[in-house]
């Protein structure tokens, strides 16, 4: 059933959904949802597109759901690309192609693994003891402001329950299963604008250098411990990200300096603490600035529990990898989700091509994915 679902991902490779266009993605999952008695709902925000699928069973017992996105970044260059990016191509046991990795194979695999079990449980008459759900977003490589917050804010204000749920994110590293996330970091960004007097590099008595002003704060900054991290988080990271001053000419003081910079945080500290600290920081140098903050995620902490360790017997079962649970990395969706639902891990194929020129996935890992998802769903749903 591997064939099953490199066609089905090829189809979704083949939808030019750059975020936050859909581009017909969805429309082809409810098309192969709705047959297997799930109720699919779309709504769109923003110019954004998004799925709320769910399949009620004939039993009590807990929502297991998936979460994705369809959307992808742009291919890049694509002259360097060796086959088009919008083509699903296979080539020496890989298929290629723009969300190959990042995450239509995922979707792809999942919806698969669904079509079997529906076809089991029919051709059993025994239908599980829970629900299954999708939520599926077209913008969670852009801004994510319109996407899947969108959904668990309808589904809070329905009251609708999720007990777990699995994001297909491309988790793995070195080969697939060796690697969940079971949390994130959260993500804190400033925008920092130091104020001077524009002036004549040879009269500087009559202007007021930003970046000299800046420069000994910033040093500061760069120095800091922010806090020591802890058992499931390394410590909080604050980097520069941007920094622009001066017209381009050689013989003129910028009147302002602008910073932009971002904190990767984890529970140890809070959003609340780190402002403080920054500005404090500031006010210690005597910066004369004004600073805006954008918090776009919290961190957040699925303990381990019958989730993770359903998913890491699926997979030792499958693969023989013992995978390990995981904080590392960038913000996804999970960090909306896990406002809503107890329980949430990603997990996904290897992600050293994502976003890259030539982004690809190995077709051995196809089937046993599938089966991943597949194996999972059955122990979280058995009665």
Not at 171 to 183: C, E, M, P, W
Not at 223 to 244: C, E, K, M, R, Y
Not at 250 to 274: C, K, M, Q, W, Y
């Amino acid at each position: 059933m591997s064939r099953a679902v490199q066609e089905l991902t090829a189809a979704l490779i083949a939808r030019r959904s750059l975020t936050p266009d859909d581009a017909g993605c969805q429309e082809l999952l409810i098309e192969r949802l709705a047959p297997l008695g799930f109720t699919c709902e779309t709504l769109e925000s923003g110019g954004v597109t998004n799925l709320w699928a769910l399949r009620r069973g004939a039993l009590p017992g807990p929502t297991v759901a998936f979460a994705g996105h369809t959307d992808v970044v742009p291919a890049g260059p694509l002259e360097q690309w060796h086959s088009d990016p919008f083509v699903a191509t296979e080539r020496s046991g890989r298929l290629y192609g723009r969300g190959a990795s990042d995450m239509k194979t995922s979707i792809a695999a999942f919806v698969v693994a669904l079509e079997e079990l529906v076809a089991e449980w029919r051709g059993a008459g025994a239908e599980p003891a829970g629900s299954i759900a999708l939520l599926i977003t077209s913008d969670e490589e852009g801004p994510a402001t319109d996407g899947t917050i969108r959904l668990v804010k309808m589904l809070r204000e329905r009251g609708e329950r999720i007990d777990y749920c699995i994001v297909g994110e491309p988790t793995s590293v070195h080969t697939l299963g060796d690697t969940i996330k079971n949390g994130r970091r959260g993500s804190l960004s400033g925008r920092l604008r130091v104020i001077g007097v524009q002036g004549h590099v040879a009269y500087p008595h009559l202007a007021n250098n930003p970046i000299h002003a800046l420069a000994p704060a910033l040093a500061e900054l760069a120095a800091t411990t922010w806090d020591q991290g802890n058992a499931h988080f390394p410590p909080t990271s604050w980097q520069v990200s941007n920094l622009h001053a001066g017209t381009g000419a050689t013989n003129v003081i910028p009147g302002e300096a602008v910073l932009d910079f971002n904190f990767r945080f984890s529970t140890a500290s809070s959003a609340e603490e780190l402002q403080q600290r920054v500005q404090d920081l500031l006010e210690r140098h005597g910066v004369a600035c004004e600073l805006q903050w954008s918090l776009s995620g919290q961190p957040f902490l699925t303990p381990a529990g019958r989730l993770s360790a359903a998913l890491i017997d699926a997979i030792r079962e499958e693969t023989g990898v013992i995978a390990e649970l995981s904080t590392t990395g960038g913000t996804s969706d999970a960090r909306f989700i896990a406002t809503i639902c107890k329980e949430v891990v990603e997990f996904g194929p290897p992600n050293d091509t994502i976003h890259m020129v030539n982004e690809h996935v190995e077709l051995t890992f196809l089937g046993p994915l599938k089966n991943v998802y597949r194996r999972t769903l059955q122990t979280l749903l058995a009665p």
